[in-house]
């Protein structure tokens, strides 16, 4: 069983809705990450979250809206999306280092399959 | 922006045999991750490898790093189909130490 939790597990909107995916973990990881990932590929690097301060945002266009209301929690709010966007959403964890940084050992969520009509 | 080259990036297999997967860089990895991600599942995290020359087993699982650190690879002894899935290297770079490159990654069916 996977120690990060993410729902839902499916989600089927229209380009004119809002909704949120939702990630939690209870593993002390100060860094948390959200990753889009297409069928039979890798998954893409989209935000990373630092002691609760977004460290990284890989131009992702502002349709989506990550937030980390605590070390705990990450969400990722949706806002007109595009059929393109249709993906699997991770989310993941790790430890941060002293030094700055993760160690690499990510612990990922089961995901959520996001389908936009 | 250090780049992961992963092969194959298809492998169709029948149960019982062996097969191998390589990951290579140009540039030299500080560490390496091997993940599988099994259909409809997060990738799970199999190995970390740190030091040049490093072999690491994990039942019919052998992993080894390159004396130089620029390459690793994956062997599976007697696959089995529950080993079907993606299975993908990933490293630290990129500019942040908190963004992991993954490889393209090699798809996996294991027949029974």
């Known amino acids: 069983d996977t120690e990060v939790t993410q729902t839902p597990k499916h989600l089927v909107m229209g380009m004119t809705n809002k909704k949120s995916l939702k990630c939690e973990q209870h593993?002390?990881?100060?860094?948390m990450y959200w990753y889009k990932q297409k069928a039979k590929k890798p998954p893409e690097l989209m935000f990373v979250?630092?002691?609760?301060?977004?460290?990284i945002n890989e131009s992702v266009p502002s349709r989506f809206s990550p937030e980390c209301p605590n070390s705990s929690l990450l969400n990722l709010h949706l806002h007109a999306l595009q059929p393109e966007d249709s993906a699997l959403y991770l989310c993941a964890s790790s430890q941060a280092t002293i030094a700055g940084g993760s160690d690499g050992e990510l612990f990922f969520g089961e995901g959520s399959r996001l389908t936009v009509l | 922006t250090q780049l992961l080259e992963q092969s194959p990036q298809f492998l169709s297999i029948q149960e019982g045999e062996n097969l191998t997967v390589y990951c290579n860089s140009s540039?030299?990895?500080?560490?390496l991750q091997w993940y599988r991600q099994e259909p409809g599942e997060g990738p799970v995290l199999l190995v970390t490898?740190?030091?040049?020359?490093e072999v690491k087993k994990l039942k019919r699982l052998t992993f080894q790093f390159g004396d130089a650190r620029k390459d690793s690879s994956l062997h599976i002894t007697a696959a089995q189909p529950g080993d079907t899935g993606l299975y993908l290297c990933a490293s630290l770079g990129g500019g942040s130490n908190y963004k992991l490159t993954f490889g393209k990654g090699t798809l996996l069916t294991v027949n029974p």
């Open positions: 979250y630092s002691y609760e301060k977004l460290s």
């Open positions: 540039s030299v990895f500080s560490s």
């Open positions: 593993m002390g990881h100060r860094a």
């Open positions: 490898v740190v030091t040049g020359g």
